[in-house]
């Protein structure tokens, strides 16, 4: 059965990752970013923007605890992550949520019993529990009518719109989104940047509680007036850039390629 | 290897005979070392299963008891059809040869025993494994390799969700309970159908003694070892299936070749059990 922790309060830090040596996840021994120092606190809102390939969706990975630093330390909510699936890592892992780019959802699963998969696992098969919150959720993705569907009967944007449902399902602290923008539509897009906004500016699908977000990105812009902090990865750097009115003011080509110059200066 | 540059060299070709053998010797080697990898992979890939298996009994039930009854429905009783075609034609193979020969001595009073030798003891489970492996381990691979080559082993440790406790434990006991199943049914049908081809061929025999040969040559110890050979093949059969799907990273287009290592090692396993229960069966 689900251990439920209080949240960390506002401030507190809830990923601290110190000299962390990140590797790809696909291919381990290639190293992806190096000496990476990062702190994020309770109820912050970071955008991490970097060009395809740069290391960001590994980055995500690691702080999710899917995989662990090649070298230097990553302390989850002030816990060390070792390796292996164990029952104390597994009760940090619940705190968080991972939208994975495309959703990466279960194919043999309907859209519906993915949203339910962590509910029926970590909370018993209770009807009264379960069966609620997944149609609360399907509300929210706005995705009700095809909840008997499966994932490959579906767009991308909906496959991933159903990840972030999951995600969700047990409402935790930290949520951590991977380039959920990718390939959308504006109209599809702003879903999503209003959605984000809104979840970290507690909505009611999380019982109102202010989550600790992180989203990837392949340009800076969209988050530009909704993120809280911004940092980028480039050239195997993590690279905090601080609030917009202190990013560098010169045509910096590296920030140009994530930001156009044009709207950097409005 | 030779190169290209070797063969528009103008220098002779080497006459020592080592230089032929190396690129086989390298062969084997590499066969050697990949073989003794894969087996301590699978060794241990087996003991963190029945790890979890053990540690993990119990929890969320609601969710591996009906994956388990499904992996067991599926090597159990959708195979069934195809397991009776089996029976009938293995009943007809054992009978149709062995008939004539006890004829001809006048040893009819053995065909029980030439039954209960052959199909309940070695043909039965060994073929009922070969079934199962051919129709459900290969899918395993398949189903297995694409969730790994799709991200969803990921999706599922972030769950908190441990990958092995819900993709290869309800898949090892769900084999394991389907494969003994099948097997009572293959030898059932295989006995049944012996009887029948022995009818069509005018064998002097009345069913009663038949079924008093069969049941005089049958030993609890038969059951025993039935019941453990048909455990020990379900459970290779899953644990080898599930190990080359699940337990290193795929990429889609390398799934077939892990399907075809994965239906080679199981039938090696299996044999190797096999010859390991005859041994017993001889002790015994």
């Known amino acids: 059965m689900l251990d439920l922790t209080p949240p960390a309060p506002p401030g507190t830090p809830v990923v601290e990752m110190r000299d962390v040596v990140v590797t790809s996840l696909r291919h381990p021994d290639e190293v992806m970013l190096q000496n990476v120092n990062w702190t994020v606190a309770a109820g912050e809102f970071w955008t991490v923007a970097g060009l395809l390939r740069s290391g960001k969706s590994d980055l995500l990975a690691l702080a999710a605890g899917i995989m662990s630093p090649a070298s230097g330390s990553y302390h989850l909510f002030g816990n060390e992550l070792t390796a292996g699936f164990e029952h104390e890592r597994m009760a940090l892992q619940l705190r968080l949520g991972l939208v994975f780019d495309g959703g990466q959802l279960l194919h043999h699963l309907t859209l519906e019993h993915n949203i339910a998969l962590p509910l029926r696992y970590h909370l018993g098969d209770a009807k009264a529990n379960v069966e609620p919150r997944v149609r609360e959720l399907l509300e929210f993705t706005e995705l009700s009518r095809w909840a008997h569907r499966l994932p490959n009967q579906v767009n991308r944007n909906w496959q991933q719109r159903i990840g972030l449902a999951r995600a969700l399902a047990l409402k935790p602290e930290l949520l951590l989104l991977d380039t959920p923008l990718t390939g959308l539509d504006p109209k599809d897009a702003a879903w999503w940047t209003d959605t984000v906004s809104a979840l970290a500016a507690g909505h009611p699908v999380v019982d109102g509680h202010r989550l600790t977000l992180v989203v990837t990105a392949d340009s800076l812009e969209p988050w530009r007036q909704r993120a809280t902090h911004f940092a980028v990865v480039r050239e195997r750097q993590f690279i905090a850039l601080g609030p917009p009115e202190r990013w560098p003011a010169r045509n910096e080509p590296w920030l140009e390629e994530l930001l156009p110059t044009s709207k950097r200066n409005h | ?284």
């Open chain 2, 1 to 284: 290897m030779p190169t290209a540059t070797a063969h528009s060299s103008p220098l002779p070709e080497p006459v020592s005979g080592t230089s032929h053998r190396r690129p086989l010797l390298n062969a084997l080697g590499r066969g050697l070392v990949r073989f003794i990898l894969s087996v301590q992979g699978l060794g241990a890939f087996a003991l963190i299963s029945l790890g979890v298996l053990v540690t993990n009994f119990g929890v969320a039930r609601n969710v591996i008891h009906p994956l388990t009854l499904q992996q067991t429905f599926r090597a159990g009783v959708r195979l069934l059809p195809l397991a009776l075609f089996l029976s009938m034609a293995l009943g007809f193979v054992v009978i149709g040869q062995t008939v004539a020969l006890l004829n001809r001595v006048g040893a009819q009073q053995l065909l029980g025993t030439v039954m209960v030798t052959v199909v309940v003891r070695e043909l039965g489970p060994l073929l009922a494994a070969m079934l199962v492996l051919s129709r459900v381990g290969t899918a395993t691979v398949v189903e297995l390799g694409t969730a790994r080559a799709l991200g969803e082993v990921e999706a599922l440790e972030v769950l908190g969700i441990d990958p092995i406790h819900y993709f290869v434990v309800p898949r090892f006991a769900g084999m394991a309970a389907g494969l003994f199943a099948l097997t009572v049914y293959l030898i059932l049908g295989a006995l049944l159908s012996g009887y029948l081809w022995a009818f069509l061929q005018d064998v002097p025999l009345l069913p009663s003694d038949y079924f008093r040969q069969l049941a005089t040559n049958l030993s609890w110890l038969d059951f025993f070892l039935l019941a453990a050979k048909t455990a020990g093949f379900g459970s290779v059969i899953g644990l080898v299936s599930c190990f080359h799907g699940l337990a290193q990273p795929l990429s889609l287009n390398e799934v077939s070749g892990a399907t075809v290592r994965a239906v080679g090692q199981s039938i090696v396993l299996c044999v190797l059990l096999e010859a390991l229960f005859i041994v017993v069966y001889l002790v015994a």
